[in-house]
């Protein structure tokens, strides 16, 4: 609430006007936790195996719990295993051809990441009680007057939205994925005469590591596909959760900040400052909090990115067997890089957000300047408030343009030093 006092010693001048702020307790939040906004996105991560958690549609994070004996931990372990097991064969299908081109290395490292995924996606539903009751308790004062959501979507809409754009995307590059080997297996049987059963063919060219190992049945060609959309979406699953970590402490600072130009730049009293600068404070540390738990998956995330950003652009170079290929490996090469500039720019939004307060109080007259304010000067000024992968890095937008740039470099390498891979459309001898 603002109201209005006068200044004491200026009645010959007349009335100065302060505006001063009280704070207003009101019993309904004006939005949703991070714990409600990220529900949804939980109960996606769910059906492919991931955040093995119960209790998250509940409006506290109070029941939520991790289970060792349940169907969710099950379902992780039982994927968990189903991957390693292709990456143990993959392995041992490439070393008894004695062949490790870009391909088969892409391929294994693609498979690495997963694994390293499911296990990080697992550790981190272990943890994910004590992590969301203590950034709901941060986030607490934010959900109250006088800090307001008025601008943009609710942040649960917002998550909704984003997340659901970039599956969406996800699901047709799977799609297209699966067109592309369904034309290339179709041209494969024109020349190979003898093949005639058209799937065990399609499972043989596609998954030739596990079929050579398990007899093919309809069973086992399922299952398979069952896997590899796991697999796929799980590797997707890496970049759509940072987004939603990042948009839900993102609106927390963006409040912030409209609290802070809803003052004009009018004076406030020692009070007000004290209480903006704890509430500054609380978000700091937040972020420091989940950059602790966070920092392994986003360096996993800006590695895989630009692996295969890197990967993709040289595959766009070949000529393809079909048109259907071109376009998907296009289609790909976009997407991938696209989100990968999507997770960093959102993620980079928490560093730009965290400063815009030095820019704010510059329109505060340095009379009433108190302890309060200049402590929380300090604060903006020397702390580096910002996700990072491991602290090797922090994700700001000038890192944007430097992942940019090493792609570059790593991709004229790949065209000079990397020998193509053989074309096998017409090679009707495995």
């Known amino acids: 609430m603002l109201f209005a006092t006068k200044s004491a010693g ?5 009335p100065i006007l302060v505006v001063q702020e009280v704070k207003e307790e009101s019993p309904i939040p004006n939005d949703c936790t991070a714990h409600v906004a990220l529900a949804p996105i939980i109960l996606f991560g769910q059906l492919f195996s991931l955040m093995p958690v119960s209790g998250y549609f509940h409006r506290t994070p109070d ?28 392995l041992m299908y490439s070393i008894r ?15 690495t990441v997963i694994t390293l995924a499911l296990i990080e996606f697992m550790n981190l539903g272990r943890n994910w009680h004590w992590i969301v009751a203590y950034w709901t308790e941060q986030e607490k004062p934010f959900l109250y007057y006088p800090y307001s959501t008025r601008k943009g979507l609710k942040l649960d809409k917002l998550v909704k939205c984003v997340a659901s754009a970039v599956i969406f995307f996800a699901f047709v590059e799977d799609i297209m994925n699966f067109i592309s080997a369904y034309k290339l297996n179709e041209l494969h049987i024109k020349y190979c005469s003898h093949r005639d059963d058209f799937w065990r063919n399609f499972f043989h060219r596609e998954h030739a590591h596990i079929v ?12 398979i596909e069952l896997m590899m959309r796991v ?7 890496i970049d759509v959760f940072i987004i939603c970590v990042c948009l839900s ?8 900040n409209s609290r802070i130009e809803r003052f004009k730049g009018v004076d406030q009293p020692p009070e007000v400052w004290r209480e903006i600068r704890l509430d500054y404070l609380r978000l700091s540390e937040l972020v420091n909090f989940m950059d602790d738990r966070l920092s392994r998956i986003i360096l996993m995330s800006c590695a895989n990115n630009m692996f295969f950003i890197s990967v993709q652009l040289y595959n766009i170079f070949e000529l393809k067997p079909t048109p259907m290929t071109s376009v998907y490996f296009w289609y790909s090469l976009l997407f991938l890089m696209s989100r990968c500039f999507v997770t960093l720019y959102i993620s980079a939004s928490i560093y730009e957000a965290s400063l815009k307060p030095l820019e704010l109080l510059r329109d505060f007259s340095t009379l009433n300047w108190n302890l309060d304010l200049q402590r929380l000067l300090d604060h903006i000024s020397l702390k580096n408030i910002a996700f990072s992968g491991k602290r090797f890095f922090y994700i700001t937008r000038p890192l944007i343009l430097a992942m940019a740039g090493t792609i570059v470099t790593y991709e004229l390498v790949l065209l000079d030093q990397v020998s193509k891979d053989q074309d096998t459309t017409k090679d009707c001898n495995f």
Do not use: D, M, N
Request: contains cysteine.
């Open 212 to 223: 050579k190992v398990i007899p093919y049945h309809t069973v086992v060609g399922v299952g």
């Open 231 to 237: 697999a796929k979406f799980t590797w997707h699953y």
């Open 249 to 256: 402490l993102e609106k927390r600072f963006g409040q912030f």
């Open 63 to 90: 029941k939520l719990a991790f289970r060792v004996r349940s169907l969710r931990f099950l379902y992780s372990c039982v994927t968990l295993f189903g991957i390693v097991s292709i990456v143990v064969l993959f």
């Open 97 to 111: 051809r004695g062949v490790l081109g870009l391909s088969s290395a892409a391929t294994f490292i693609y498979y």
């Open 10 to 14: 200026s009645l010959k001048k007349g």
